[in-house]
């Protein structure tokens, strides 16, 4: 992909048929629906993968998919430190595919295409080297990274201010992205009963140059096809057309007689206020937004493209979130038990506008002038949805020999008519043999774990307003030369869709050896999808329309293997 883009990350495989199959990330307790983008890695302390259903249970309908947990830095309560990390580091593209020689391609032409070999006579002799196209699109390229981060505390009061600056030019000419963050996070105790974490995250990126997705108009593809037995160029100064193979226009056209540059500005952060109410009593509430607004232009040079175009985009989302948390913890003898009840509520809301044009009068100002355009279209979008979420969980530890967890979560989304609400149980066990006391002696095995566990993970993931009817406008003359507007059913309405549920069995085992120095993780999974939101297209002479339908079953089933170990480990090293 081009730089800036967001990795595609799938846990577990593939579970949805239609819908994105992505984890839910969540930042600090907070969920993000844009992702990790705007985070700079350097303002991560760790990273924590969910994918069993007892574990993903917590968060609903939303980790269907798997959850990525980030915990990102905080404050010191020793001292001052003051971090500058500063590094530059290259990139090449490796082991691309092998394509034909010049002149073996200006052979194949004449054997198996019948071109005139007279008018290939250059490139079958060797006098015009021809056009290698890949050496034309890729380069090196180059990263730059700087971050400044400032941490102070004391037992009662801690911070963490960090600054960060990325420039990436990409392995594909014209190719650019850049990113500006900053981070400020506070952590205070006010009174015996009250701790206060506010959290706020800032970052803008810009971005520039042509798309790299999976389709006939990506750059590599045209160039890995294209004929190396033309001139790049014509006399004229307009992009050459490959005379005998491929119909795209040429790769160096997208990536440098277009201009697509894209920017997006986020906010994201969050106040927790945490209540000591009793001995092993507390209640957290915890109250946070994800803001992000995309701006996206875009020009095309008929020179490059044969016609001249223009667009501009908008889309602004926010996500607000509040969860409060109920929590009892005690222990007595070697039993240890933990209580949560949570109650949850999230609202989205997403805009968009966009105007384009072709055919520009003056292709000078580029993408700014819409009125240059001779044909212009806009367009606007709105939607919202909210979720309400409510969860029950125990937890019971013996001895750190026997844990028992039992969660079960109820998600109601506005995304559905008529059954709005999903109810989803989850059990885990674990048992810790090498805390049995015929172990005491296996001096061999330093930890001996097994787990078991069983859930069902509901997902909402359809667009709003998709479960409701919608209708079409449409000209017709009825042979005549006057039109008359009518009215097609777009949309069935689907009122008792509901959610998509995935069933998840999962058994471990974990070892450990030499004082677990090193260690061996075995998973085996089994999840199956049940009520599959699948999109689904009615006959032509029923409209053609599409619609949602819970009909379909997914299953994956999978082995996992873990192995680390730390082979070095000193007082100053590890």
Same mark, same amino acid.
């Given at each position: %992909? @081009?730089?800036?883009?967001?990795?595609? /990350?799938?846990?577990?495989? +593939?579970?949805?048929? !239609?819908?994105? =199959?992505? *984890?839910?990330?969540?930042?600090?307790?907070?969920?993000?629906?844009?992702?990790?983008?705007?985070?700079?890695?350097?303002?991560?302390?760790?990273?924590?993968?969910?994918?069993?259903?007892?574990?993903?249970?917590?968060?609903?309908?939303?980790?269907?998919?798997?959850?990525?947990?980030?915990?990102?830095?905080? %404050? @010191?309560?020793?001292?001052?430190?003051? /971090?500058?990390?500063?590094? +530059?580091?290259?990139? !090449?593209?490796? =082991?691309? *595919?092998?394509?034909?020689?010049?002149?073996?391609?200006?052979?194949?032409?004449?054997?198996?295409?019948?071109?005139?070999?007279?008018?290939?006579?250059?490139?079958?002799?060797?006098?015009?080297?021809?056009?290698?196209?890949?050496?034309?699109?890729?380069?090196?390229?180059?990263?730059?990274?700087?971050?400044?981060?400032?941490?102070?505390?004391?037992?009662?009061?801690?911070?963490?201010?960090?600054?960060?600056?990325?420039?990436?030019?990409?392995?594909?000419?014209?190719?650019?992205?850049?990113?500006?963050?900053?981070?400020?996070?506070?952590?205070?105790?006010?009174?015996?009963?009250?701790?206060?974490?506010?959290?706020?995250?800032?970052?803008?990126?810009?971005?520039?140059?042509?798309?790299?997705?999976?389709?006939?108009?990506?750059?590599?593809?045209?160039?890995?096809?294209?004929?190396?037995?033309?001139?790049?160029?014509?006399?004229?100064?307009?992009?050459?057309?490959?005379?005998?193979?491929?119909?795209?226009?040429?790769?160096?056209?997208?990536?440098?007689?277009?201009?697509?540059?894209?920017?997006?500005?986020?906010?994201?952060?969050?106040?927790?206020?945490?209540?000591?109410?009793?001995?092993?009593?507390?209640?957290?509430?915890?109250?946070?937004?994800?803001?992000?607004?995309?701006?996206?232009?875009?020009?095309?040079?008929?020179?490059?493209?044969?016609?001249?175009?223009?667009?501009?985009?908008?889309?602004?989302?926010?996500?607000?979130?509040?969860?409060?948390?109920?929590?009892?913890?005690?222990?007595?003898?070697?039993?240890?038990?933990?209580?949560?009840?949570?109650?949850?509520?999230?609202?989205?809301?997403?805009?968009?506008?966009?105007?384009?044009?072709?055919?520009?009068?003056?292709?000078?100002?580029?993408?700014?002038?819409?009125?240059?355009?001779?044909?212009?279209?806009?367009?606007?979008?709105?939607?919202?949805?909210?979720?309400?979420?409510?969860?029950?969980?125990?937890?019971?530890?013996?001895?750190?020999?026997?844990?028992?967890?039992?969660?079960?979560?109820?998600?109601?989304?506005?995304?559905?008519?008529?059954?709005?609400?999903?109810?989803?149980?989850?059990?885990?066990?674990?048992?810790?043999?090498?805390?049995?006391?015929?172990?005491?002696?296996?001096?061999?095995?330093?930890?001996?774990?097994?787990?078991?566990?069983?859930?069902?993970?509901?997902?909402?993931?359809?667009?709003?307003?998709?479960?409701?009817?919608?209708?079409?406008?449409?000209?017709?003359?009825?042979?005549?030369?006057?039109?008359?507007?009518?009215?097609?059913?777009?949309?069935?309405?689907?009122?008792?869709?509901?959610?998509?549920?995935?069933?998840?069995?999962?058994?471990?085992?974990?070892?450990?050896?030499?004082?677990?120095?090193?260690?061996?993780?075995?998973?085996?999974?089994?999840?199956?999808?049940?009520?599959?939101?699948?999109?689904?297209?009615?006959?032509?002479?029923?409209?053609?329309?599409?619609?949602?339908?819970?009909?379909?079953?997914?299953?994956?089933?999978?082995?996992?293997?873990?192995?680390?170990?730390?082979?070095?480990?000193?007082?100053?090293?590890?």
């Amino acid at each position: %992909g @081009r730089p800036g883009n967001a990795a595609s /990350v799938n846990i577990r495989g +593939v579970n949805s048929i !239609n819908k994105s =199959n992505d *984890p839910l990330y969540v930042v600090d307790g907070i969920v993000r629906e844009s992702g990790l983008d705007g985070i700079s890695p350097e303002d991560i302390q760790s990273m924590q993968v969910l994918k069993d259903a007892s574990s993903t249970a917590i968060y609903g309908a939303r980790g269907a998919n798997g959850v990525v947990l980030v915990t990102t830095k905080q %404050g @010191r309560s020793s001292g001052t430190q003051v /971090v500058f990390d500063a590094n +530059v580091g290259i990139s !090449n593209a490796y =082991n691309m *595919p092998e394509v034909m020689s010049t002149r073996a391609y200006a052979q194949a032409l004449v054997d198996y295409k019948g071109v005139d070999r007279a008018q290939l006579e250059g490139y079958l002799n060797g006098t015009n080297p021809g056009v290698d196209w890949l050496d034309e699109v890729l380069r090196t390229g180059v990263t730059q990274n700087y971050k400044l981060a400032i941490s102070k505390g004391n037992e009662d009061t801690q911070f963490y201010v960090s600054g960060n600056y990325m420039q990436h030019q990409g392995v594909i000419e014209n190719t650019k992205f850049e990113r500006y963050s900053a981070k400020m996070n506070v952590h205070s105790k006010l009174f015996s009963w009250l701790e206060m974490t506010a959290d706020l995250n800032l970052s803008q990126g810009k971005g520039k140059g042509a798309g790299f997705n999976q389709n006939q108009w990506n750059p590599i593809w045209i160039a890995l096809n294209y004929s190396p037995t033309m001139e790049p160029r014509a006399e004229n100064g307009s992009y050459s057309l490959d005379p005998y193979n491929c119909i795209q226009r040429s790769p160096l056209a997208y990536l440098n007689g277009t201009q697509n540059d894209r920017q997006k500005s986020s906010v994201s952060g969050h106040i927790d206020l945490k209540f000591n109410i009793a001995e092993g009593l507390t209640f957290t509430t915890t109250n946070g937004v994800d803001y992000a607004d995309r701006k996206s232009y875009s020009f095309g040079s008929s020179k490059a493209m044969g016609a001249s175009s223009m667009s501009n985009s908008n889309v602004y989302s926010m996500l607000l979130q509040s969860t409060n948390n109920l929590t009892y913890a005690h222990n007595w003898g070697g039993h240890s038990l933990t209580a949560t009840g949570v109650w949850e509520a999230t609202s989205y809301e997403r805009r968009s506008m966009a105007i384009n044009g072709n055919d520009l009068a003056n292709e000078s100002v580029g993408y700014w002038d819409v009125q240059n355009a001779a044909t212009r279209n806009a367009s606007n979008s709105y939607s919202k949805w909210t979720l309400l979420s409510g969860v029950a969980r125990v937890m019971y530890n013996y001895s750190d020999r026997y844990m028992l967890t039992a969660t079960f979560r109820a998600d109601g989304s506005s995304r559905f008519t008529n059954k709005k609400w999903g109810y989803f149980p989850s059990i885990a066990a674990a048992w810790t043999v090498t805390q049995e006391e015929f172990m005491k002696d296996v001096k061999a095995i330093s930890n001996l774990k097994i787990r078991a566990s069983y859930g069902i993970i509901g997902n909402q993931d359809i667009d709003p307003y998709s479960t409701l009817g919608t209708m079409s406008s449409m000209a017709f003359n009825y042979g005549t030369g006057t039109n008359f507007t009518g009215y097609w059913s777009n949309t069935p309405a689907t009122p008792d869709l509901t959610w998509e549920k995935v069933k998840q069995f999962d058994l471990g085992i974990d070892l450990g050896f030499l004082e677990n120095r090193l260690s061996l993780s075995v998973d085996y999974f089994s999840k199956k999808t049940t009520d599959a939101l699948l999109l689904k297209t009615a006959p032509d002479y029923q409209g053609g329309s599409t619609y949602w339908v819970n009909a379909g079953e997914v299953s994956n089933k999978g082995v996992g293997v873990t192995l680390s170990a730390r082979i070095i480990q000193t007082r100053d090293l590890s």
